[in-house]
């Protein structure tokens, strides 16, 4: 099985950072896309950011030039450095990573138990 920890919310003040981490572990054979969603009080789940298997890497237009997706492939981990943050990136924060197990044969997506962020202006 698939195992996602994640760490690294908390509370900030406005113009803050944060850096969230998203460790896999189990039976893995490969991550292909790894990304970060959000989910504000009353509002729906929203992409954030997602990286590639290489490294090619997506935005969210609300956190362009703030927020930076990173992945260490060696760990089975996948980081959001989050800076100049605002209230309104005040949300529980979850990672999403398409795993393939060992015993195969599809990648299967995953979701971190999710880590609250609280920025205060």
């Known amino acids: 099985q698939v195992q996602l920890v994640e760490s690294g919310g908390g509370l900030v003040q406005a113009g803050g950072s944060l850096r969230l981490s998203c460790a896999a572990s189990g039976s893995i054979f490969n991550i292909n896309a790894m990304g970060w969603y959000r989910q504000a009080p009353g509002k729906q789940r929203e992409l954030v950011a997602t990286?590639?298997?290489?490294?090619?890497?997506n935005y969210a237009d609300s956190v362009k030039g703030r927020f930076t997706i990173s992945r260490d492939n060696a760990k089975n981990t996948v980081y959001l450095q989050m800076n100049s943050l605002k209230p309104e990136d005040t949300a529980v924060y979850y990672c999403?990573?398409?795993?393939?197990?060992?015993?195969?044969?599809?990648?299967?997506?995953?979701w971190g138990q999710g880590t609250q962020v609280t920025v205060s202006s």
């Open positions: 999403n990573l398409e795993v393939l197990q060992v015993a195969g044969p599809r990648y299967h997506n995953y």
């Open positions: 990286i590639t298997f290489v490294g090619s890497t």
